[in-house]
């Protein structure tokens, strides 16, 4: 078939044509098209190259206040004819719910820089060239041993999405990214660490060598670890450890979670759950932002949203059937892992507002306490609030580190936690979708020996 925009209008409404001639009463039609690179180099050879293309339709059919779905990826009539059929034959089966609707049109947010024609264009020897470059770039550091590899990845993709309330719009989106990961050895001792680095457009990826220091470092830094005494102390995160207080928080603000009284925010809303130093924003219309895109998975426009204004918690997230159920409008948070899946709920652009203090400034002014560079576990329970982890990173004594850390664990909760923010850094990535700038909790249950 005939790639062309045209045609995917034509095959859209002929598909919700054929939903109605089925009995649907409303439909939906997602169709999506792409392209994925991926390739690993290791010591200096290439492991794997591997290319692929797909395209895929998915339905959504309402009938009497019930709703199903089904998906294919075979664009012939008759597979297209055994989808439709499919999904009215679910529709008989399930629970009527008044809330099973579909949005109206209400346009799409423009958004700059989603899709870099030049990705497709660089020759892949470039590609090959950069992903070994910073494997050896980071080789170099006579405290690494050994390498385990340096990827390369990218994609490119057009969505396009329309329904019977008669709206059909689309767009095209790419993204690529490196990396490199490492081992650094001493005596017994190993330590792994790495880099990457994830963009829209190709040439506003991060130079080699400095994802290679950062990735070499993170290795090595970490050698001659120790173990500290159980304590209370404050606890810096860093940025690389975000997502272990937002994943909590997104949580918590998913509207279906709350409708259902499993969020430990469900109450909040309007109410002060913060420092005043804390503010978390939701944009979907950032320019060249990695999860930014005009609409959401079910053709909502996307928007900026103040989630936390100052420690005030000001909205959840929803998307159409959540919010109707909620009594309230689609946030625009509708999200889709592709054409073979349902909406959910989740962020775009999701991070913690920067704030005045320079990092360096805020390890100073920490006479003792944990600068937190690693975490495991599930960071914030959205039901319970609770927050634990393991944990490795730096001691700090006298507002300097004075050695790595790890084997420990810090536990929490999420109201203490959140209060307790005291200083809030300047160093925020926003070409990262899910992100902070560094910030302190004066005073967290640190476990050790």
């Known amino acids: 078939m005939n790639q062309e925009v045209i045609d995917y209008r034509e095959l859209a409404e002929k598909l919700i044509q054929k939903c109605k001639n089925k009995g649907a009463d409303e439909a939906e039609v997602l169709i999506e098209t792409g392209r994925n690179l991926n390739l690993e180099v290791r010591n200096g050879e290439i492991e794997t ?7 895929g339709v998915g339905l959504r059919v309402f009938w009497g206040g019930r709703m199903a779905f089904s998906h294919c990826n075979d664009f012939s009539n008759n597979a297209l004819d055994n989808t439709v ?3 009215m034959d679910y529709a008989r089966t399930t629970t009527p719910d008044e809330n099973n609707v579909l949005p109206k049109d209400e346009g799409a947010t423009p958004v700059d820089g989603l899709h870099d024609p030049e990705i ?7 590609k090959i060239e950069l992903a070994g470059l910073v494997e050896k770039l980071a080789m170099k550091d006579p405290r690494i041993t050994k390498s385990a590899g340096a990827r390369y990845g990218e994609g490119e993709s057009e969505t396009i999405i329309a329904n ?6 689309g767009y095209k989106a790419s993204a690529c990214f490196y990396g490199v990961s490492v081992v650094a050895e001493k ?5 792994s660490g790495g880099e990457y680095c994830q963009r829209r457009f190709f040439n506003d990826l991060e130079t080699a060598e400095k994802i290679a220091e950062k990735a070499a470092m993170d290795a090595y830094e970490m050698l001659d670890s120790r173990m500290v005494e159980t304590q209370k102390a404050s606890v810096i995160f860093a940025p690389d450890v975000a997502p272990a207080i937002l994943g909590g928080i997104l949580g918590a603000i998913n509207g279906e979670r709350v409708l259902q009284g499993a969020s430990f925010l469900r109450n909040s809303l309007d109410k002060t759950i913060a420092s005043e130093l804390l503010t978390i924003i939701d944009d979907g219309t950032k320019p060249r932002g990695v999860a930014s895109k005009p609409f959401d998975g079910e ?4 928007q900026k949203r103040v989630i936390i204004d100052e420690g005030v ?7 159409t059937i959540v919010a109707k159920r909620a009594g309230v409008k689609s946030t625009g948070n509708a999200s889709r892992s592709g054409y073979s899946s349902l909406p959910g709920i989740g962020p775009h652009n999701f991070y913690v507002a920067a704030g005045k203090s320079d990092p360096e400034e805020i390890v100073r002014a920490t006479k003792k306490g944990l600068y937190l560079k690693g975490v495991t576990g599930y960071g914030i329970n959205p039901v319970t609030g609770n927050f634990s982890g393991g944990a490795s990173g730096f001691w700090i004594e006298n507002g300097k580190f004075a050695f790595p850390v790890k084997g420990l664990t ?3 909760r999420a109201a203490e936690m959140l209060n307790g923010i005291d200083m809030v850094g300047s160093d925020l990535d926003l070409n990262k979708s899910f992100t902070a700038p560094t910030f302190r909790i004066d005073l967290m249950q640190i476990g050790g020996k």
């Not at 019977?164 to 719009?169: D, E, L, T, V």
């Not at 005596?187 to 330590?191: A, L, P, V």
């Not at 053709?299 to 996307?302: A, D, E, I, R, S």
């Open 313 to 319: 918690l000001k909205g959840f997230m929803y998307n």
């Open 299 to 302: 053709g909502v426009p996307t």
């Open 49 to 55: 190259v591997e290319e692929s293309s797909s395209r």
């Open 85 to 87: 059929a499919a999904a």
């Open 187 to 191: 005596g017994e001792q190993k330590s």
């Open 164 to 169: 019977s309330n008669g709206f059909f719009k």
């Open 120 to 126: 497709a264009q660089t020759s892949m020897e470039k």
């Open 410 to 412: 810090v536990a929490g």
